[in-house]
């Protein structure tokens, strides 16, 4: 009678007969990942692939089904799928926000809304200020303005 040889990782072993093998099978100490070689073949088979050891094969430790995924393996792979939407995302946001230059309504100090200033704006913080004819300290006093007004800025030089 030929006998089955069977493969695990580096270990060889052979069975009597195809009862021998089912029987292995059965008890886990055949898995569905290991080699298999029937009788008078020269091909070797995963014990997964053979139908006559169908239902009998267990999943272990030592031993895997390479050509069969893991069950919950589409749960993971759904999650890493939306990980993987949300990282773009992300990295998409963040870019934008750091390669756009704000725009002139974007850009108030203080905020406003919240009486703040916009950029064409200047808080006066003496008391009192002296607006001048010109644009020196030497200039004479057009005005006089009360500390905390806003000013319209029209230009500035210098100082």
Not at 38 to 60: C, H, I, N, Q, V
Not at 115 to 128: F, N, W
């Amino acid at each position: 009678m030929a006998r089955w040889l069977v493969t695990q990782g580096d270990q060889q072993f052979s069975a009597q007969d195809l009862a021998e093998l089912k029987e292995l099978a059965k008890s886990g100490k055949v898995g569905p990942g290991d080699m298999v070689q029937p009788p008078g073949a020269t091909d070797w088979l995963y014990a997964s692939e053979l139908p006559e050891l169908k239902g009998l094969l267990r999943r272990s430790a030592a031993s895997y089904d390479e050509t069969q995924p893991e069950s919950g393996g589409g749960a993971t792979l759904a999650i890493m799928g939306i990980l993987a939407v949300l990282i773009v995302v992300a990295a998409a946001f963040f870019y934008h926000s750091a390669t756009t230059i704000p725009g002139k309504d974007d850009l108030h100090l203080l905020g406003k809304d919240q009486g703040g200033l916009d950029l064409t704006e200047m808080l006066v913080t003496a008391s009192p200020a002296q607006m001048r004819q010109s644009p020196d300290a030497s200039g004479q006093t057009a005005a006089t303005v009360a500390k905390d007004s806003k000013v319209h800025l029209i230009g500035k030089r210098k100082g």
